[in-house]
């Protein structure tokens, strides 16, 4: 069973500008890259549970349960894809895949594909 949720932007393009504004495009690409968790489930407008996370090797910090869950965001004017574990308090805390779309409608179709 896939449950799909709608979620607001959490005004992640204007946190996005404020970095731009502050260290330009190319920085403000390599920040956005390597929070890019934090930025995709962040950024996210809408989101789909897709079922609990189970590690074959599970470390210390995925030893609770985990659930699966797929994300389209929007991080400045660009669609974004991803796939997260998020924890039973609804933090994310891992990006397993990541994928960016020219336009609404790919990213959407991505979204629903996402296994």
């Not at 930025?39 to 789909?48: A, V």
């Not at 895949?97 to 979204?111: I, Q």
Request: net charge negative; glycine share 8%; charged share 35%.
């Amino acid at each position: 069973m896939n449950m799909s949720y709608a979620i607001s932007n959490r005004g992640c393009d204007a946190r996005v500008e404020d970095l731009r504004a502050e260290f330009g495009g190319i920085l403000t690409e390599r920040i956005i890259e390597a929070e890019a968790l934090d930025f995709i489930w962040e950024g996210r407008i809408r989101e789909r549970y897709l079922g609990l996370y189970v590690a074959e090797f599970a470390d210390d910090e995925m030893s609770e349960d985990v659930s699966r869950v797929a994300v389209l965001s929007s991080i400045g004017g660009r669609w974004h894809v991803g796939l997260c574990l998020v924890d039973g308090e609804g933090e994310a805390v891992d990006l397993l895949w990541k994928r960016h779309y020219d336009s609404r409608e790919e990213a959407e179709t991505a979204l629903e594909r996402a296994h």
